[in-house]
């Protein structure tokens, strides 16, 4: 599709604009995609912290065991750290080649553990004592700074509305993507499965096990629904992920997309179950994403980020509950990576948030302002308008 075509049909469409004055692009090549999971994932079942006796005490049916231990155990990553089984065949050959790195203890300075207090604040990039304006998403106003150059900017959300990161004076497009996903198992093919093992000594225990899961699901799925905000699922990202990279290398270089389903208070799993394949097939959405976009992978900067991590305690169902400090991915062609980066601490009881979540050691703002610094050349000024009151933080990941 030709840009002339594709603008004329997001016009037409869901095409949003405030003032609508011209802006423009940084002078490099620089692309930058933002992918939101909403719903708070299970950074701890996501980067393992293997060295740690209490996340094991902890966690003793949803963890994933130490590298080499079992069968689905993580990926040893150093002495401290691996990463979930599920992320073998796409993520980690990025990590092996430097083109992906871990942000672990990265989150806000929001408290209230709510899904949509802490997406606001996180899409809106304002510190907790401001009064908040719905009406200026951190993208936004980094597309605003970017203005005067010679490249022109081109900001789009694959999201049925636009979100509130891309709300603002510049303008900005929306496009949908409509790949929604089934769950792994539905009534049907439970019905199936239970008519297998009827007159056997499973028969109970499997027809049990299915009511219970329905009961639980029914219960869980308005949660689930609501805090996703109507992103789409993971089940089939690897399509969406290379169309949007399709699109960012001919016609955007500033994208966002969420991916819902995310919010696992029950029957999370470990090394498999409904934890793992949602990270597996988002996996397969981020590798394809960098297939796909070819050379312009190396220009390309990819953050994965939710807006709070989970208790490190599992709970009586199984799954684990709102939480604090998340880990943050950083993917990219040009990246320094291959390492766990930023602020640590080890895992143990003393060093838990109100002792119950990771704490949050490396703030969102700072993160992000190290790598708009490293990737647009921003002045100090232009990231304080981007982060009014947040100094930079460079990590050195580009």
């Known amino acids: 599709m030709h840009r002339r075509d594709l603008l004329k049909t997001l016009a037409a469409g869901t095409l949003a604009s405030a003032a609508g004055r011209l802006f423009a692009a940084p002078a490099t090549n620089a692309r930058l995609l933002l992918v939101f999971l909403r ?45 979930h089984p599920a992320l073998r065949d796409t993520v980690f050959p990025l990590y092996q080649k430097g083109q992906a790195a871990f942000i672990a203890f990265a ?11 802490t997406q ?40 049925e509305q636009l979100p509130i990161v891309l709300r603002g004076e510049a303008q900005a497009a929306n496009m949908a993507l409509k790949s ?29 096990g299915f009511n219970v899961r329905e009961e639980v699901m029914q219960g869980m799925a308005g949660e689930m629904a609501a805090a996703s905000r109507g992103a789409i699922s993971a089940k089939g990202f690897e399509f969406e992920g290379r169309r949007i ?6 016609q955007f270089n500033i994208g966002f997309i969420d991916v819902g389903g995310w919010d696992t208070h029950v029957g999370e799993g470990g090394g498999s179950g409904y934890l793992a394949g949602r990270l597996e097939e988002l996996g397969r959405g981020l590798a394809g ?13 990819v953050v994965v980020l939710s807006e709070f991590g989970r208790t490190l305690r599992e709970n009586g169902s199984h ?26 601490v080890s895992v143990r009881q003393s060093t838990l948030f109100q002792n119950r979540d990771y704490p949050v050691l490396n703030d969102y703002r700072a993160l992000f302002g190290g790598l708009f610094k490293r990737m647009y050349g921003l002045s100090a000024a232009q990231s304080n308008r981007v982060f009014a009151g947040v100094a930079p933080a460079d990590l050195g990941l580009l």
């Open 289 to 301: 994403f960098a297939e796909e976009i070819g050379p312009s992978w190396q220009d390309t900067v």
């Open 245 to 250: 990279a399709t699109l960012m290398k001919e």
């Open 319 to 344: 799954g684990t509950d709102h939480g604090h400090g998340s880990v943050y991915w950083v993917l990219g062609g040009g990246l320094h990576g291959a390492r766990v980066a930023g602020e640590q």
């Open 180 to 208: 929604l996903g089934r769950p792994g198992v539905d009534p049907r093919q439970a019905a199936i499965i239970s008519a297998m093992y009827r007159n056997t000594a499973l028969s109970a225990p499997v027809s049990e």
């Open 107 to 117: 989150g806000t300075d929001d408290l209230t553990r709510s899904h949509f207090e």
């Open 39 to 83: 719903g708070g994932y299970d950074a701890a079942n996501l980067l393992v912290p293997v060295s740690s006796p209490f996340y094991y005490e902890s966690r003793p049916n949803i963890a994933v065991a130490r590298p080499g231990a079992a069968p689905n155990a993580a990926i040893e990553l150093n002495a401290d750290w691996g990463l």
């Open 120 to 159: 606001d604040g996180i899409e809106l990039g304002q510190t907790l004592n401001q009064s908040r304006d719905y009406g200026s998403g951190f993208l936004n106003r980094l597309v605003g700074v970017l203005a005067g150059a010679p490249a022109r900017a081109r900001p789009i959300a694959f999201t």
